[in-house]
């Protein structure tokens, strides 16, 4: 019996047919991030200080889901019309399963050759500075920044990028983590989350770029630690107050 597409071709018609991951790569991503931007009522603030060349995109950290970061990627190519590299986890790569759909979301894995090799073809790079430590905090610790890593302050220089730090506030409620799991006694830096909601909760998102900083420092600075711990603290330091501005300007969550 023929299928369907082998009658209508030999009618004269010629139908492409359709890979069916191609489809699910790129009309889902693209159904699923307009559905979240309604649901969560998303307002986007600043995004015209992502410079025109390479930059360094440094968002706090949370929800453990990694939904800010689909949605930070999604936002700047809608509004820029450029691509955004979300440096991730290397776990999103070991299996064919999950490296395929981050490839298609635009995460790429966080080594600091892949960073380079981004920046230095004028790319946007996202870079979450807290790491696992910011996404899986539990929310009784909700908008308060962990440590940074100081790569980003590194990469900055090294590749002259200037560095738009960039605040993301709504994700700690949309995802709720009861406690962080250290499994760190059976493989180094391992941590997980212990949620208590997979399904996202409706709360208010707003994400805000703040203003882009270029470091006035040769290459050769990276090598200064004293001098990367002052900046990154200072980040810190600028990003916190900015979320602390925010929470206090918002009037309801999830309303």
Not at 97 to 122: D, M, Q, R, V, W
Request: glycine share 4%; no cysteine.
């Amino acid at each position: 019996m023929k299928s369907i597409w082998q009658s209508l071709e030999e009618s004269g018609l010629h139908i492409p047919k359709m890979d069916a991951n191609a489809v699910l790569y790129k009309a889902l991503p693209h159904f699923f991030m307009e559905l979240m931007k309604k649901y969560l009522r998303l307002n986007v603030e600043g995004i015209e200080n992502i410079p025109k060349g390479s930059s360094l995109i440094t968002p706090n950290h949370s929800g453990f889901a990694g939904l800010d970061a689909m949605l930070l990627s999604y936002l700047i190519h809608e509004h820029t019309n450029r691509a955004a590299w979300v440096m991730t986890h290397h776990f999103w790569f070991l299996a064919k399963a999950t490296s395929i759909p981050a490839n298609k979301l635009g995460f790429i894995e966080a080594t600091k050759k892949n960073a380079i090799e981004y920046l230095n073809k004028n790319q946007i790079v996202v870079l979450f500075p807290e790491g696992e430590y910011g996404n899986f905090k539990p929310s009784s610790k909700a908008y308060r920044l962990q440590e940074f890593k100081r790569g980003f302050i590194r990469l900055a220089i090294e590749t002259q990028t200037p560095i738009v730090p960039t605040i993301v506030i709504g994700a700690e409620e949309t995802h709720i983590n009861l406690s962080q799991l250290k499994f760190t006694k059976y493989l180094r830096g391992l941590l997980l989350p212990l949620p208590l909601n997979v399904l996202p909760l409706p709360a208010k998102w707003k994400i805000r770029f703040l203003e882009p900083i270029n470091l006035p420092y040769k290459a050769k600075a990276a090598e200064d630690r004293e001098l990367v711990y002052e900046i990154a603290d200072d980040i810190r330091g600028k990003m916190q107050a900015a979320i602390n501005e925010e929470i206090q300007k918002r009037d309801s969550i999830f309303i």
